[in-house]
Structures are given as C-alpha cells and as structure tokens.
C-alpha cells in the first residue's frame, strides 16, 4: 500500500484510539522501579479487530489498563477518539469472568445498563436479546456457578456488549476453555464485531488465535513492552487455519516472538 493510500485510508475511517511515545513505571518502597512500557506509538482506526501477543510480564495488560483508564501513564500521551469517554462506552473483558455470583446471568448482563438508569424494561429486552445472540438462550435465570467455562465467558461478552461500547478492550478472554471452546468462542466473537462494528483491541498469547480474529497482529517486545512488529492480516473471513498463507504467517509471527526480526 502506498503512502498516499495509506492517508486517504485514514481519512475515511476516524480514529478510535491514539498513543504516543507512552511509557509505564511502576515503582515501590522497598524494591526498585520496574519498567513495564516505553515508547509505545499506536494508532488504532474505529472498527478495527486488533490482537496483541507478547511473552508473558511484556505489559499487554498493563496496556489495556492505561487506555481503559484503570492506571495513568507516566510518558506520552493517549488519545481518544471522539465520542470515547472513559468508564462510559469503554468496556472490558478479562481472562477470568467478572460475573457476581450472586446475581443471575440476565441480572448481570443488565447490571451496567442499570448503573446508567435504563429503565428495567428497556434493560431486561437488550439483555435477552445479547444472550440469545451469544448462544445463551434459555439461561437468563441461571446463576455463574451452574454455567460451565466456556458460557459464563459467553455471559461475560454479553456483559460488555451491553452498554454498546465503541471500544471493546479483551484481555485473554479465552485462555482459561478448552481448544474446542475457544474456537467456538472465536467465531462467536468475529460474528458479533461484524455485527456491531466496535473497535476491539485483543491480548492474547496465542497466535493462531490473534491471526483468526485480527486486522492486525501487534507483537509486543520483552520488558520494558513497546511494539516490535506489526503484520496486516489481508486474509478472507472465516479465516482457514489449514491455508498455506495463514501457515506462513504463524512462522513470520512466531519468529518474531523469538526476537529474529528480520
């Protein structure tokens, strides 16, 4: 892509999330300072699918923090995109489910639209409607515990979809099911962006994953984290794990993450 296609790009689709040269220290009374981020320069454009990989302690969630607004940076600056507010439509998924146990899943999906006053009518029908289309339909009045894995993660998605995000922020949201699972989750998860066309930004450890589900695919250096290499997956969707030039990815990416950059 050339330099002038790359602006007119940028152009048509408005920018979600902007970070510039942004750094992270984290310091302590008793040890020395820990350097997380340094210089990280990040440019993501609204309904983008981005995926994060790294090796573990590289700052990914660290990251996600600072732009989720749960943390400040100490160097650089972060931009949002216009309409993107913190703690308003900005939503977060964790690796483990944020479910309150003792709430009900339909309760729980509706708990942020309660903190913002929708009416219980109003919060009880998008509820309905986000775990039907997250395959939970008939388990509104069920409890976490009686949900296996996999379902309580579904229930966790519908949670952050329903404020309507415009920037949805997953941290390992899948690394705790099993393959089968998290190829299920996968695909539910890529029907639901193409759907609602919010910007996710995805940290994962797992490389056939973030070429499955990504836009691009970010590969974040060792501590202190800044981001090593970029790849744009131009592959049709749903992606075919068993195509060569997928194959040919994985290598270029996995080699990346061993630090032989070419």
Not at 171 to 177: I, K, L, N, Q, R
Not at 189 to 209: P, R
Request: charged share 25%; hydrophobic share 40%; glycine share 8%.
């Amino acid at each position: 892509m050339t330099h002038g296609k790359i602006n007119n790009l940028l152009k048509e689709k408005p920018i979600a999330l902007e970070l510039r040269k942004v750094g992270k220290v984290f310091r302590s009374d008793t040890g020395p300072k820990l350097r997380a981020l340094e210089n990280v320069n990040l440019r993501v454009l609204q309904g983008e699918f981005v995926t994060l990989v790294g090796a573990t302690g590289c700052g990914k969630t660290t990251l996600l923090n600072l732009i989720a607004g749960l943390d400040t940076a100490d160097e650089g600056n972060l931009c949002l995109g216009q309409g993107l507010r913190f703690g308003d439509n900005i939503a977060h998924v964790f690796q483990h489910y944020t479910l309150f146990p003792w709430r009900t899943v339909v309760s729980n999906v509706s708990f942020g639209l309660q903190m913002r006053s929708v009416p219980r009518s109003e919060r009880q029908a998008r509820a309905a409607k986000l775990l039907a289309s997250v395959g939970l339909e008939g388990f509104e009045d069920a409890y976490p515990h009686e949900l296996s894995g996999g379902m309580r993660q579904r229930a966790a998605i519908a949670q952050a979809l329903a404020i309507e995000p415009k920037l949805l922020l997953m941290d390992e949201p899948f690394g705790a099911v099993d393959d089968s699972t998290r190829n299920e989750l996968q695909e539910m998860l890529t029907n639901l962006w193409q759907e609602n066309q919010a910007t996710i930004l995805f940290v994962t450890h797992n490389i056939d994953e973030a070429i499955v589900l990504g836009d691009r695919v970010l590969v974040f250096s060792e501590r202190p984290g800044r981001i090593a290499r970029e790849f744009k997956i131009d592959l049709p969707r749903p992606r075919d794990r068993m195509a060569k030039e997928f194959t040919d990815l994985f290598i270029r990416i996995r080699t990346a993450l061993s630090g032989q950059l070419d």
